[in-house]
C-alpha cells in the first residue's frame, strides 16, 4: 500500500493577500470607523467643513458627507461600503448622509466590543436587525402628521436643512426654495430636476432669486440684437447656422478675383436661406444648440431676432419643456407648432456676466432658482445645501410625516430599544442595547460639534425624556436641552428611517464578512456597486 502524504494545497497564488476571522473584521471595522470619524465634526449647524484639495490644487469646501467621502481618495472595500450607504442616503432622500455614516461607525465599534466578549457576529447581526426593525416601529408612532400645503412647516424643514451648510442665516434662500417647490409640486409630489439650479458669483447667498421660467448662462450673440423680446415665439434648434466643415474642406480652386466673389456670396446666400427658415417659421426668438456664424448673425439682427448660441442640449431640453416648444434637428423641418413660448425674453448683466431670462413660459411650472453668493466655494455649498432641502422638501410631501431634529428622535431611540432590549434574553439582548446605546451618538456628537459637553447634554436629554418630553433635543445655539419641535427644527420621517436603516445594513454586512480574499478580476455580475468590487485591494 502506498502511503499518502500530506501535501500543501495553494489554492490562491503566492502573494496574495488574505485576512481571516478577526483580523478581517477588525480591519474592515477600522477602516469603516475611520471613515466616519472623517465626515463627524460636520454633523449639524455647528459642525466644520472640510477643505478637500485635489493634485491639481482644485479646491471643495463642504460639509456634506457624501460629497467628502465622494471626493475622498478611498481605497479600502470596507470604507468604500460606508461611502456607497452615503450614496445611496444621497439617492434615496437627499439629505441625512453624514447621520447614517455616523451611526454606522458606531454601530461597528458597539460590534467590536461586543465580538471581544466572544459575542458571534451573526448573533451580533441578528441582534441588529431586531433593533432597526423596533427603531422603524417606533418612529412610525412618534412621527407627526405634516400638511404638504404649509408654507411655515415647509419652511422649517428646509431651514432644518440648509442651515447645516448655508453660510449665515440664508433666510431669503430657504425662502426662494419653499417657493420654488411649491410651485411645481403636484398631486402631492414633485420632481427635484424641475426646478433649474443656476449658479453665479455676486453678491450674496440672500440675494437669491427665484425666477418664473428658465434661466441660461449665455448672452445673445450680438448686441445689436434687442435686448428684451415681448411675445417671445421661441424657435429651438439643434442644428448649426454654419457652413459645414466638410463642406469647405474640399479643395477648392479659385483662380480669379470674380471667383472669390461668387464663391462667398454663395456662403453668404446659405446663411440667409437658414435665417430666412427662421424668419419664415414666425420666431422671434432663436436659441440654438450649435454655433451661428457671423454672416448669419447679421442676418439674424437685421431681421430683429433675438439669438443666443451653443446651449447645453441638457438646457434646451429643459427649454422645450418650459416653453412648449420642440427641439428641431433640422432647419428645413422647423414651422410654427415647433416654436416655444415666453412672456419675455431677455438679456440681463447678473454680476459681471449677461445671462438670459426666458420669462413666463407656457408651461407656468418651469421656475430656475439663480443662486448668488459672495465666492465660487460659497455658492456650490449652498447649491448641496438647496439640493439636500429640495430632497427634504419632496420626503415629506410625499409622505406627509415628520419628526424633529436635533438628536430628539435618536435619543428617544435609545431610550425604547434599550427597554426593549430588557424583555430579550441570551446574547442578541447585548446587541440590541449596543443598537440603542448607538443611535445616542447622534445628540453626542452635535453637543460635542457646538463646543458643549456632551456628558451633560446626555443626562439631561435622557432625563427629559424619561419625563416624557418627546421631542427634547440639543439646542446648539443656546448650549441646553430645549423642545425641538417648539423650534421648527423638523425632518422628514423618511430621512431618519433610511438613515438608521442603510446603517444598519452596511453594519450587519460588513460583520458578516470573515474572509476578505484577493480576487482575480471579478465578474462584472459580482461587483458590488461601487464598480471596483475588491479586484483592486489594498495591502490589509
Ligand atoms: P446630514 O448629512 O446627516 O444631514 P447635517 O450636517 O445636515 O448632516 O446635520 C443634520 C443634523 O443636524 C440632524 O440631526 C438635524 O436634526 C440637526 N440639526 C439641524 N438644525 C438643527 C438645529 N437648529 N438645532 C439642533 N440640531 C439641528
Ligand atoms: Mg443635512
Redesign the pocket.
Known amino acids: 500500500m502506498t502511503e499518502i502524504k500530506p501535501q500543501q494545497v495553494l489554492i490562491l497564488p503566492e502573494g496574495y493577500t488574505r485576512s481571516q476571522k478577526r483580523d478581517a473584521q477588525s480591519n474592515n471595522i477600522m477602516a469603516a470607523k475611520l471613515v466616519a470619524e472623517t465626515v463627524r465634526t460636520?454633523?449639524?449647524?455647528k459642525?466644520m467643513d472640510k477643505m478637500l484639495v485635489d493634485a491639481m490644487g482644485d479646491v471643495v469646501i463642504t460639509?456634506?458627507?457624501?460629497t467628502i467621502l465622494d471626493e475622498m481618495e478611498i481605497e479600502h472595500p470596507a470604507a468604500k461600503m460606508i461611502v456607497e450607504i452615503a450614496k445611496t442616503q444621497e439617492e434615496e432622500v437627499g439629505?441625512?448622509?453624514?447621520?447614517?455614516v455616523?451611526i454606522a461607525g458606531e454601530l461597528l465599534k458597539k460590534a467590536e466590543d461586543l465580538l471581544d466578549q466572544d459575542v458571534h457576529p451573526t448573533v451580533i447581526a441578528k441582534g441588529y436587525r431586531m433593533a432597526a426593525e423596533k427603531a422603524y416601529e417606533i418612529l412610525s408612532k412618534i412621527a407627526i402628521k405634516a400638511d404638504p400645503n404649509n408654507t411655515k412647516m415647509l419652511t422649517q424643514l428646509a431651514?432644518?436643512?440648509i442651515?447645516?451648510?448655508a453660510p449665515g442665516e440664508a433666510d431669503a434662500l430657504i425662502k426662494r426654495v419653499v417657493e420654488a417647490v411649491q410651485r411645481v409640486v403636484e398631486n402631492n409630489t414633485f420632481n427635484p430636476d424641475d426646478i433649474k439650479i443656476q449658479k453665479k458669483v455676486g453678491k450674496s447667498v440672500d440675494d437669491s432669486e427665484l425666477v418664473s421660467g428658465i434661466i441660461i448662462d449665455k448672452e445673445r450673440v450680438s448686441p445689436a440684437m434687442p435686448k428684451r423680446v415681448e411675445n417671445a415665439k421661441i424657435a429651438l434648434v439643434a442644428q448649426s447656422l454654419e457652413i459645414e466643415k466638410t463642406e469647405t474642406d474640399a479643395k477648392i480652386t479659385i483662380s480669379s478675383p470674380e471667383q472669390l466673389q461668387s464663391f462667398l456670396d454663395q456662403e453668404e446666400k446659405m446663411l440667409k436661406d437658414m435665417v430666412e427658415k427662421v424668419v419664415s417659421s414666425g420666431a422671434n426668438v432663436l436659441l440654438c444648440q450649435k454655433g451661428i456664424d457671423d454672416v448669419a448673425q447679421h442676418f439674424l439682427t437685421k431681421k430683429g431676432i433675438f439669438a443666443v448660441k451653443n446651449i447645453s442640449s441638457s438646457d434646451m431640453d429643459k427649454l422645450a419643456r418650459a416653453t412648449g416648444g420642440t427641439v428641431v434637428k433640422d432647419l428645413d423641418d422647423l414651422n410654427e407648432a415647433d416654436l416655444g413660448y415666453a412672456k419675455v425674453v431677455e438679456e440681463l448683466k447678473i454680476g459681471n456676466d449677461n445671462m438670459v431670462f426666458i420669462r413666463d413660459c407656457k408651461n407656468p411650472k418651469a421656475v430656475s432658482l439663480l443662486i448668488r453668493g459672495g465666492t465660487e466655494h460659497v455658492i456650490d455649498e449652498a447649491e448641496r445645501s438647496v439640493k439636500?432641502a429640495l430632497g427634504v422638501l419632496k420626503a415629506a410631501i410625499e409622505e406627509g410625516l415628520i419628526v424633529?431634529?436635533?438628536?430628539?428622535p435618536?435619543i428617544e431611540l435609545t431610550r425604547q430599544i434599550n427597554k426593549y432590549a430588557e424583555k430579550l434574553s441570551g446574547r442578541e439582548q447585548l446587541a440590541v442595547k449596543a443598537f440603542g446605546d448607538a443611535l445616542e451618538t447622534?445628540p453626542r456628537t452635535?453637543a460635542e460639534n457646538a463646543g458643549l459637553d456632551p456628558i451633560d447634554i446626555i443626562v439631561n436629554l435622557k432625563a427629559a425624556h424619561d419625563s416624557g418630553k418627546l421631542w427634547a433635543?440639543?439646542?446648539?445655539?443656546k448650549g441646553k436641552v430645549a423642545d425641538?419641535m417648539a423650534?421648527g427644527?423638523v425632518?422628514p420621517l423618511k430621512?431618519k428611517v433610511q438613515?438608521i436603516t442603510s446603517a444598519s445594513e452596511v453594519a450587519q454586512m460588513i460583520l458578516r464578512i470573515d474572509d476578505v480574499i484577493a480576487a482575480g478580476k471579478l465578474k462584472e455580475s459580482e461587483k458590488g456597486p461601487q464598480g471596483g468590487g475588491m479586484g483592486g485591494m489594498p495591502p490589509m
Open positions: 460636520t454633523l449639524g449647524p459642525g460639509n456634506d458627507g457624501v439629505d441625512g448622509t453624514t447621520t447614517a455616523v431651514k432644518t436643512s442651515s447645516t451648510k439636500d424633529a431634529g436635533g438628536g430628539a435618536e447622534i452635535l433635543g440639543v439646542d446648539v445655539f425641538m423650534q427644527v425632518e430621512v438613515a
